[in-house]
């Protein structure tokens, strides 16, 4: 007789929404901390991007972690030296982007 494979596809399903709900969480984290990059270089969207890829691969750690130490610094001010060094180093070299509407730098 057959087994019913119902519940071995419940149980994937569930697998799946598990992991489809962390994603969804860790893309939030990232997008705020992009967010808070782009305000705080200056810079654009696509920049604070690139600048949170960069303060990654160069402190090693991975980007959702480095998202989350920009965003625990935002509320409490506290910043590891690596990634402050890191992100400081980034954003140099990213910008400052032109404000719209502002006079050209002489």
Do not use: C, F, Y
């Amino acid at each position: 007789m057959p087994t019913d494979g119902g519940s071995d596809r419940v149980l994937a399903l569930q697998e799946e929404v598990q992991q489809l709900k962390a994603a969804v969480a860790s893309h939030a984290v990232v997008d705020q901390a992009i967010g808070m990059v782009v305000a705080l270089g200056r810079i654009s969207p696509d920049q604070g991007w690139a600048v949170l890829k960069e303060v990654s691969q160069h402190t090693n750690i991975k980007l959702r972690n480095v998202a989350e130490l920009i965003l625990v610094w935002g509320r409490t001010g506290v910043m590891p030296e690596e990634i402050r060094a890191a992100l400081e180093d980034a954003l140099d070299r990213a910008g400052p982007t032109q404000i719209p509407g502002s006079p050209p730098d002489a």
